[in-house]
């Protein structure tokens, strides 16, 4: 009886099972970006020719995400896989491509697109020990706080969609030629703006904008991180304190997703003003896309006061 | 494209500048100035010969069209050093010891259920728990292979050392279709939640009773399991697989491929920053003369065998066997012992008691305790969890949900070694489970409460007559067993964990006495345990 039952539940989930496969596929490019900013890029050079679906969102920490079932149904029908690479989703993601087991998303196959492999990578570190906290072996993994990294990407992007939808190839170098005239002019016009915060000296938080600062030609002081990962020590903090007050510091800049407790330690200290920065697209409501994402940030940095750290008149540390 | 050309420029350049130091050192004995100044010329225009037509080279490379589509080797301006060390497999060591002490003692046997290694509780005082050695990798594009050693370090004795998993599996891109993979092997199967996962992983120091109970821990037969995602918008899959029938609930399989499995699940999100994910499975197999005791993975079909032929002919050396088969069950020397004593005093009333009493009794209850049972073993399970982050940060903060329930139908009978003449016959359903809940606080440290409860199956009375079974009677009131527990831990990172558990056990428990009215008690047990788990090298992303 037992057996019979069981024989009969198992043809029924493979009689299941292959009548849902043999439905046709959808006409559309499915692409599961990991992060906001390439379901973004992706929409942008994709428009309607493809279905984005984006594995986080904007006020997520993209290093932990939980490989929930919903990520793996979506990864088991993407035809491209767009995510940050240099070990960002390696504690999620494997287990997803695993599961999912979608052979054209797979490393070697046009449908497996990791930024980082694509663009310079910065802080690639010369150790790697589990006590220097979550460092990546392959460099800082947020590649995308750069627009000139947008800019190769979106080329990348248009031709990978090109050689899985090789009917609508045209119509992707279309789009991309139309988003990179786009593109160029906002990043001529950020170029522009930076010009005034060159050189600025701030603290982050953590490694995130290693990216911005490089095109920015911003000056990182320090990170509250004594390692990357681990959250801020009070030792370390009181450190990074004395080292604002003999350097002239603009600010603190925090992701909009970091836990906010550090920062203000050291503000209400230091008398810093803290900046949060969007850390991708969708981390505010007015953060819609890339343009808007870089112009916030822009705005958001343009606002620090210009008021110097060692200035005297400071409030002294309490306690 | 720019990092590859830096990188070959910068390999080129630095070959050519230790090729003319060397030339430059070799000819340092004692050459004339004129020669060495022909000497450098020489190499001067041979190596400008070289770097134009490096140069040309690379001209010709940047020319030439992009191939965009073209997947990347590597990661671009890294050299790729081949050395042996960089094919081997991934190594994990978990580090797990812990304190324990409770009110009652090490044994957990609760009515109706045969017990063995995996369920009992942990060692009272200071001990190792279940450290694990897990190695794993690519063996090449199609397999993926694993195995777990288990170390169960008993106090004073040799390390026993289990293979808790040695499976390969498919890689995508083994030719299977999208969605499907095999597993064969031995591995933690598909089996509600916590079955798959390994224990240092769990959320709480030991396993719930459901588990201690139906599957001593978890179900590892040796077999294969295929699986399948469905191409659907919502994440569903379903799996079956074969095993061997070697692992409790099952044993001592003829054919080898006697036990069956199939399940289905389903899952998805609610709101921005929470999933959910229900499952149902079911295990079906047969089971041959199997005993409570450790693991039985075939070896055990013999030594029955052997004690069925025995107990036939004489029952003093029924008794012995018996007694065997205890100690493979309890590895703690001095419970042994307390155990013996009690058994051969409980096997004397019993004889008075039949033989004086009169023709009324509860059936070979020894043999629900300390018997065999031979027959169908089916088992069902359902599981279901739900977590939620209010951010989306899950490290952050986060609250889980998770329960799931166990049916087993246990159809034969059960019987003590060599007295098979005289078997309890069981058809009965008995059911258990636990529902929990986690939270987390903040990065470091979380909070959470457990419930559990166990049904024992309907044990037979029946009527004797001369020493054997006539029929079914009457069922003893046999109440559930029940267990809670509190838990708070401390996590440092992702690799390193403290916890400290309260745990309450009220079991149901068989007294080995004359009197009919007491058969039964229950067992309060209080427990503390302090454990840390820590885990060195790989560490394997756990699902959700």
Redesign the interface.
């Given at each position: 009886m037992?057996?019979f039952?069981?024989?009969a539940?198992?043809a029924g989930?493979?009689t299941?099972?292959a009548a849902?496969?043999a439905?046709p596929a959808s006409a559309e490019v499915r692409v599961f970006a990991c992060e906001p900013e390439w379901a973004s890029l992706a929409q942008e050079v994709g428009g309607g020719d493809v279905t984005v679906y984006s594995a986080?969102?904007g006020?997520?920490?993209p290093?932990?995400?939980?490989?929930?079932?919903?990520l793996?149904?979506q990864i088991?029908?993407a035809d491209l896989l767009f995510c940050s690479?240099?070990e960002l989703e390696?504690?999620?993601l494997?287990?997803l491509?695993?599961?999912?087991?979608?052979?054209?998303i797979?490393?070697?196959?046009?449908g497996?697109l990791?930024a980082?492999?694509?663009v310079?990578?910065l802080e690639r570190p010369a150790v790697i020990d589990?006590s220097l906290g979550d460092v990546h072996a392959?460099g800082n993994p947020h590649v995308h706080v750069d627009p000139r990294n947008i800019r190769v990407l979106a080329?990348?992007l248009a031709?990978?969609l090109?050689?899985i939808d090789p009917d609508r190839a045209d119509a992707y170098q279309t789009r991309l030629a139309d988003f990179h005239a786009r593109w160029d002019n906002a990043t001529a016009e950020w170029d522009a703006r930076a010009e005034a915060l060159r050189g600025t000296p701030l603290i982050v938080q953590h490694a995130y904008w290693a990216y911005l600062f490089d095109w920015l030609g911003l000056e990182r002081v320090a990170s509250m991180e004594r390692v990357a990962g681990?959250?801020p020590s009070a030792p370390f903090l009181q450190e990074v304190l004395a080292h604002s007050r003999s350097t002239d510091v603009k600010a603190i800049i925090r992701a909009n997703?970091e836990?906010t407790d550090a920062a203000e330690w050291l503000s209400e200290r230091s008398g810093l003003p803290i900046v949060e920065l969007p850390s991708t697209v969708g981390s505010y409501p007015e953060v819609s896309d890339l343009f808007s994402f870089f112009s916030e940030i822009l705005t958001r940095l343009e606002a620090i006061p210009d008021q110097s750290a060692s200035v005297p008149g400071f409030r002294q540390p309490t306690g | 494209m720019?990092?590859i050309f830096q990188a070959l420029w910068a390999t080129g350049f630095s070959f050519i500048v230790a090729c003319v130091a060397l030339q430059a050192h070799a000819q340092d004995a004692a050459p004339t100035a004129e020669e060495l100044a022909a000497e450098i010329q020489a190499i001067k225009q041979e190596y400008e010969a070289r770097i134009q037509a490096l140069e040309g080279q690379l001209e010709a490379m940047s020319t030439a069209p992009?191939q965009?589509?073209q997947?990347?080797a590597s990661?671009?301006?890294r050299k790729t050093a081949t050395t042996d060390n960089v094919f081997n497999p991934a190594i994990g060591l978990v580090l797990d010891a812990r304190y324990s002490t409770h009110s009652a003692d090490h044994d957990f046997n609760p009515a109706g259920f045969q017990v063995g290694h995996g369920s009992e509780r942990p060692l009272e005082g200071l001990a190792l728990g279940h450290p694990e050695l897990a190695l794993s990798g690519n063996v090449d594009d199609k397999f993926?292979g694993a195995a777990t050693i288990a170390m169960d370090a008993h106090p004073g004795e040799s390390v026993e050392l289990a293979l808790e998993e040695l499976y390969v599996q498919?890689?995508?891109?083994a030719g299977?279709?999208?969605?499907?993979?095999i597993k064969a092997g031995r591995a933690l199967w598909t089996f509600g939640y916590l079955n798959e996962i390994h224990l240092h992983a769990d959320d709480f120091s030991d396993r719930p009773l459901p588990y201690r109970a139906f599957l001593h821990e978890a179900f590892n037969d040796d077999g294969l399991e295929l699986s399948?995602?469905?191409?659907?918008?919502?994440?569903?899959?379903?799996?079956?697989g074969l095993f061997r029938g070697g692992d409790f609930p099952f044993a001592n399989s003829e054919s080898g491929t006697s036990t069956?499995?199939?399940y289905?699940?389903?899952?998805?999100?609610f709101g921005?920053n929470g999933?959910?994910?229900i499952g149902a499975y079911?295990l079906?197999g047969e089971a041959h003369h199997r005993s409570g005791g450790a693991h039985d993975h075939g070896h055990g079909g013999e030594e029955e065998e052997h004690a069925h032929e025995e107990g036939e002919d004489a029952h003093d050396h029924d008794e012995e066997m018996h007694h065997d088969e205890d100690e493979e069950m309890h590895h703690d020397h001095d419970e042994e012992m307390h155990h013996d004593e009690d058994e051969e005093m409980h096997h004397d009333d019993e004889h008075l008691h039949a033989e004086e009493e009169g023709p009324f009794e509860w059936a070979n209850i020894d043999a629900f305790v300390d018997g065999e049972f031979s027959g169908?073993v089916?088992m069902y399970a359902v599981d279901a969890r739900l977590?939620w982050?209010p951010?989306?940060?899950?490290?952050?903060q986060e609250m889980i949900l998770q329960g799931e329930v166990f049916w087993r139908?246990e159809d034969g009978m059960y019987s003590l070694p060599g007295e098979y003449d005289t078997p309890s016959f069981s058809d009965s359903t008995s059911m258990g489970f636990y529902v929990q809940g986690i939270y987390k606080l903040n990065?470091n440290f979380r909070v959470g409460a457990r419930y559990a409860r166990l049904s024992p199956p309907d044990i037979p009375a029946c009527v004797l007559h001369e020493d054997h079974c006539e029929h079914d009677l009457a069922t003893p009131n046999l109440d559930d067993s029940v267990a809670y527990a509190v838990m708070a831990d401390w996590t440092n990172?992702?690799?390193s964990r403290i916890r400290l558990q309260y745990n309450r056990e009220e079991v149901h428990k068989f007294v080995h006495g004359p009197d009919p009215d007491a058969v039964l008690f229950v067992e309060q047990d209080d427990q503390i345990l302090v454990q840390y788990i820590m885990s060195l090298g790989a560490h394997a992303?756990?699902?959700?």
């Open positions: 037992h057996r039952l069981t024989r539940l198992i989930c493979l299941a099972a849902l496969s439905l986080t969102h006020g997520q920490d290093h932990h995400i939980r490989a929930r079932p919903s793996i149904a088991r029908r690479g240099a390696i504690g999620w494997p287990v491509m695993q599961r999912g087991a979608r052979i054209g797979q490393p070697g196959q046009p497996h990791m980082a492999e694509h310079d990578v589990r392959s080329s990348e031709a990978r090109g050689a681990i959250p997703y836990p | 720019r990092t992009a965009p589509a997947p990347m990661p671009m301006g993926f498919t890689l995508p891109g299977l279709p999208d969605g499907a993979r399948y995602v469905l191409p659907t918008d919502i994440y569903a899959e379903v799996g079956g069956l499995s199939a289905g699940r389903i899952g998805g999100d921005r999933a959910w994910r079911m079906a169908d089916t977590t982050a951010t989306g940060n899950p490290r952050e139908v990065r990172s992702e690799f992303a756990h699902t959700f």
